[in-house]
């Protein structure tokens, strides 16, 4: 029951201009609404996307740490050896990146620390991963882990 094809899009076209005739809804001024209850709803406009600026500022934060500790580090190597004038570039770089900033990383520094020791394994902030396989009970013939993860010393032979 095959039509030809120019019959089919003749029965189309007469459906489409019997429900909208001209193929358009003609409305009044006072009928354009944003919205009322037969309009359908409508997506909220893309946002443009924002820098993340957390990222970047503790980035600063470690790099302020690192100046703190190249700081630390020069008496020890001394100021006027090959390495302690090294050590004295490294610091001019990262205050050319602080810059100003110096004082406001200096005061979430210590929180940061606190971050970081928040987040190693004996400090209590191990993944559920490793407290749950911590937890576990033992498997027969299977060598123990000892804490804090990592294998096992290979015994030498005497």
């Known amino acids: 029951m095959a039509l030809p094809q120019e019959e089919m899009m003749k029965m189309i076209a007469s459906q489409r201009d019997q429900a909208t005739p001209g193929g358009m809804v003609k409305t009044t001024d006072e009928e354009v ?29 470690n790099l302020s740490m690192a100046m703190d500790l190249l700081n630390q580090s020069l008496p020890g190597i001394g100021v006027n050896s090959m390495e302690g004038k090294k050590v004295l570039d490294a610091i001019r770089v990262i205050t050319g990146i602080l810059g100003p900033n110096k004082e406001r990383t200096d005061e979430l520094q210590p929180t940061e620390i606190l971050n970081m020791l928040q987040t190693l394994p004996q400090a209590g902030g191990a993944t559920p991963e490793s407290k749950a396989m911590s937890s576990a009970p033992a498997i027969p013939g299977m060598m123990p882990t000892p804490p804090g993860g990592g294998a096992l010393p290979i015994p030498q032979p005497i």
Do not use: N, Y
């Not at 609404?33 to 934060?61: C, Q, Y």
């Open 33 to 61: 609404v944003m919205s009322d209850a037969t309009t359908p709803p409508m997506a909220a406009p893309m946002s443009t996307p924002e820098p993340k600026l957390g990222s970047k500022e503790s980035a600063m934060i």
